[in-house]
């Protein structure tokens, strides 16, 4: 079967034959339909501390058709569509119960979904109703953080929210902000060009990040933001989140900067600001973000701009190092690509 693998930083990312996958006791085998690229596929690979290891399988933003079932599986059948976990939790250790599946002390990577098929356990599949598309089971795992983050920050409803930044994290912040009933949600962004889907998925207003007017963003949020989320990841962001908070307020790092970032600690505490780093997301989170895509009246497959085969993923990792126009990139395993 075919699958990405990750060669270093520099190298370029390869396509692969690699040996079928077989699902052992509690497992199933996933022919993956969908599988998004995260911002970490591109911070990741560029040569900072947090590369992904070498010689490995990358994707975990994916969703499949069930093939094949290992031995003792049940509530789930060959032909159903599942979300998957990237992670392989158990359910069951200190770190699931408490809602940290990626910290799972038994759980494995899942790594894998930039490729053809996947053997992943059943306890990291949930179930994708008629209505979700596989492009939208494929976003469950990064809108799902989204959820996450706005409950580690306490959020309440009718608080105004802050987003600095307008990718991908943005997006799942605006989503889950309006679907909790959030107040007013303002994004400051570098340019105009996303925000239509900013707009369509739930913002009231966007701001330009040089924006020289220091009164409108609370003139655009009708009063001071509760909540201030960086999801921008460059240095300088996070000291500019605090900057923006008002005394009291939470701050969201969302961004996954990957190099030191300095922040003036006395300029957190004269204000008493919560800072959060949230990462991943319960099992709650999951089913709760499908749910939601079920029930809803925006499709969250608007934020697909593209839609690539498995072998077009290394020229677009490259496209995504620099200034681009993508919103959200799909790789569709079985797509024949159309060049090359």
Not at 150 to 169: H, S, Y
Request: hydrophobic share 40%; charged share 20%; with cysteine.
């Amino acid at each position: 079967m075919k699958v990405a693998i990750f060669n270093g930083a520099g190298k370029p990312v390869t396509i692969e034959e690699r040996p079928e996958e077989t699902p052992g006791s509690g497992e199933l085998l996933l022919s993956i339909g969908r599988c998004g690229i995260c911002g970490s596929d591109i911070s990741m690979t560029s040569g900072s501390a947090f590369d992904y290891a070498t010689g490995r399988p990358i994707g975990h933003e994916f969703a499949g058709e069930v093939i094949e079932l290992g031995r003792d599986v049940s509530g789930i059948k060959v032909g159903d569509r599942l979300a998957c976990i990237p992670s392989g939790p158990c359910g069951k250790c200190a770190m699931c119960l408490a809602g940290r599946t990626l910290f799972c002390s038994e759980g494995t990577s899942l790594f894998g979904g930039f490729g053809e098929r996947k053997a992943i356990p059943a306890t990291a599949g949930f179930l994708l109703p008629d209505s979700v598309s596989m492009a939208e089971g494929a976003l469950v795992e990064p809108m799902a953080c989204g959820r996450r983050a706005l409950r580690m920050a306490g959020f309440e409803k009718g608080d105004r929210i802050l987003i600095l930044g307008a990718g991908n994290m943005a997006l799942s912040m605006i989503y889950w902000g309006r679907q909790l009933d959030a107040g007013r949600i303002v994004v400051v962004s570098r340019s105009d060009k996303r925000d239509a889907i900013v707009r369509a998925i739930g913002a009231d207003a966007t701001i330009r990040l040089d924006e020289e007017d220091p009164g409108a963003i609370e003139a655009a949020l009708g009063g001071p933001p509760d909540i201030v989320a960086e999801c921008i990841g460059k240095t300088g962001m996070l000291q500019l989140a605090v900057d923006k908070a008002p005394i009291g307020g939470t701050v969201l790092s969302l961004g996954m900067c990957t190099v030191p970032d300095p922040v003036i600690p006395a300029l957190n505490s004269f204000k008493e600001i919560s800072l959060h780093f949230p990462i991943g997301y319960s099992f709650e989170d999951f089913t709760e973000t499908i749910r939601t895509f079920d029930a809803g009246t925006f499709k969250p497959e608007d934020m697909v701009s593209d839609t690539i085969a498995l072998d077009q993923l290394p020229e677009m990792l490259d496209a995504m190092r620099t200034p681009h126009t993508h919103l959200k990139v799909m790789v569709d395993p079985h797509l024949e690509c159309t060049h090359g």
